[in-house]
T-cell receptor, first 113, second 114 residues
Framework: GENVEQHPSTLSVQEGDSAVIKCTYS??????FPWYKQELGKRPQLIID?????GEKKDQRIAVTLNKTAKHFSLHITETQPEDSAVYFC????????????FGKGTRLHILP | DAGVIQSPRHEVTEMGQEVTLRCKPI?????LFWYRQTMMRGLELLIY????????DSGMPEDRFSAKMPNASFSTLKIQPSEPRDSAVYFC????????????FGQGTRLTVV
């Protein structure tokens, strides 16, 4: 089955700098890659997703890249702000086959003042 | 729609007791997922349902865990007997089964087994 690895487990960046979180997946059939943000004590919420027919997607300060050959995908946050502090989860799934989403273990992002 | 609703929000129980967690998915969503979150293991998929039918329960850790979905608007996750290592936050999530694949999470149930 699918296995998603996520790095780093903890990341501290200065406010205003960029943050990058990287994930790898094992199932070459995976075609859907969402990213979720979980603030302290709250539920995970989708912030951006990418499907396998594109290599990059951007939404304001957030961008995701996908390299299907290498089975890598990454989340990039630019101009980080205090409210970006949270745990971020990458995930992978094969949509329209079994709809199962497997998550990475998460990255705790700290934005330093 | 109020979103995915889970109950209880918090549960403290003694080892050996039965625990039942409840979930009401978003109306019209055909897929329902149960996840367990711990510091060590992150978000683990326990089981998921499509149209009330269990599709994959390979993530259920032991026979002490069972899940049901008797209808489209209700699911339960039961642990019997509970053990201290079951302490975690349990999330239920639902998504439409129509190509739109975002999973909407409930608020979670924080389970503590003492």
């Amino acid at each position: 089955g699918e296995n998603v690895e996520q790095h780093p487990s903890t990341l501290s960046v200065q406010e205003g700098d960029s943050a990058v979180i990287k994930c790898t997946y094992s199932d070459s059939a995976s075609n859907y890659f969402p990213w979720y943000k979980q603030e302290l004590g709250k539920r995970p919420q989708l912030i951006i997703d990418i499907r396998s027919n594109v290599g990059e997607k951007k939404d304001q300060r957030i961008a995701v890249t996908l390299n299907k050959t290498a089975k890598h995908f990454s989340l990039h946050i630019t101009e980080t702000q205090p409210e970006d502090s949270a745990v971020y989860f990458c995930a992978a799934g094969v949509m329209n086959r079994d709809d199962k989403i497997i998550f990475g273990k998460g990255t705790r992002l700290h934005i330093l003042p | 729609d109020a979103g995915v609703i889970q109950s209880p929000r918090h549960e403290v129980t003694e080892m050996g007791q039965e625990v039942t967690l409840r979930c009401k998915p978003i109306s019209g969503h055909n897929s329902l997922f149960w996840y367990r979150q711990t510091m060590m293991r992150g978000l683990e998929l326990l089981i998921y349902f499509n149209n009330n039918v269990p599709i994959d329960d390979s993530g259920m850790p032991e026979d002490r865990f069972s899940a049901k979905m008797p209808n489209a608007s209700f699911s339960t996750l039961k642990i019997q007997p509970s053990e201290p290592r079951d302490s975690a936050v349990y999330f239920c999530a639902s998504s439409p089964h129509s190509g739109d694949t975002e999973a909407f999470f409930g608020q979670g149930t924080r389970l503590t087994v003492v």
